[in-house]
C-alpha cells in the first residue's frame, strides 16, 4: 500500500480531516510560524479547501500594536487579538459559528491555541470549547510581558473597525 505524501512528511492527519470535513461547517484554521500567528477561514467543497478569510498576526500593528514588539506578534496576546480580528471578519461575511482545526499540533490547554479561541469567541462567533482551556486573564491582557502594551486600546481599534 502506498502512503500518501502529506502523510508521510507529518503534514496531515487523514483521519482528523474526514472527521472534521464530516461537520460541515467551515473550518477555523490556527497556525503559528517562528515570527507569526496565522488564522484563517476555510470552507471545503467535495474535499477541496477554499480559503474564504485568512489574515496573520501582523495586521494587529495597524491596529496599535507596538512597531518595536514585533518580535513578540506569536505570544499569547497577540493570539488572542489574532482571533478577535478574524472573528470580527467572520462577521462581516456572515459567518456565526465554525469549527477549530489545530491541524498537527498539540492541544495543550493555556496555549496560544486557546488564546486564539477565546478571542473569536469574544468576538461574538459561536465555536465549541471549554472555559477551563482558554489562558488566564493577565496572561491575555500580557501582563506578564516585558513591552508596554496597551492591549484594551488595540481591541478598541479592532471593534471600531467592524462596527
Not at 461537520?23 to 484563517?40: A, D, E
Not at 480559503?51 to 495597524?62: A, D, F, P, Y
Request: aromatic content about 8%.
Amino acid at each position: 500500500m502506498m502512503i500518501k505524501k502529506r502523510r508521510k512528511e507529518g503534514k496531515t492527519d487523514y483521519g482528523k480531516r474526514i472527521k472534521l470535513l464530516s461537520g460541515k461547517k467551515p473550518r477555523v484554521l490556527f497556525r503559528r510560524t517562528n515570527r507569526y500567528i496565522i488564522g484563517q477561514l476555510v470552507k471545503s467543497k467535495e474535499a477541496k479547501d477554499f480559503t474564504v478569510i485568512g489574515l496573520t498576526s501582523k495586521e494587529l500593528i495597524e491596529y496599535g500594536w507596538p512597531k518595536d514588539a514585533k518580535g513578540s506578534l506569536k505570544s499569547i496576546p497577540a493570539s488572542y487579538l489574532t482571533g478577535f480580528l478574524l472573528g470580527k471578519k467572520m462577521l462581516d461575511k456572515d459567518e456565526k459559528e465554525a469549527i477549530l482545526d489545530i491541524g498537527i499540533l498539540r492541544s495543550i490547554e493555556r496555549s496560544r491555541v486557546y488564546a486564539f479561541l477565546n478571542g473569536i469567541k469574544d468576538s461574538g462567533i459561536n465555536i465549541k470549547c471549554e472555559q477551563k482551556m482558554f489562558p488566564e486573564e493577565k496572561r491575555i491582557l500580557g501582563k506578564h510581558m516585558k513591552i508596554n502594551l496597551e492591549f484594551n486600546k488595540i481591541k478598541q481599534n479592532i471593534e471600531k473597525k467592524f462596527v
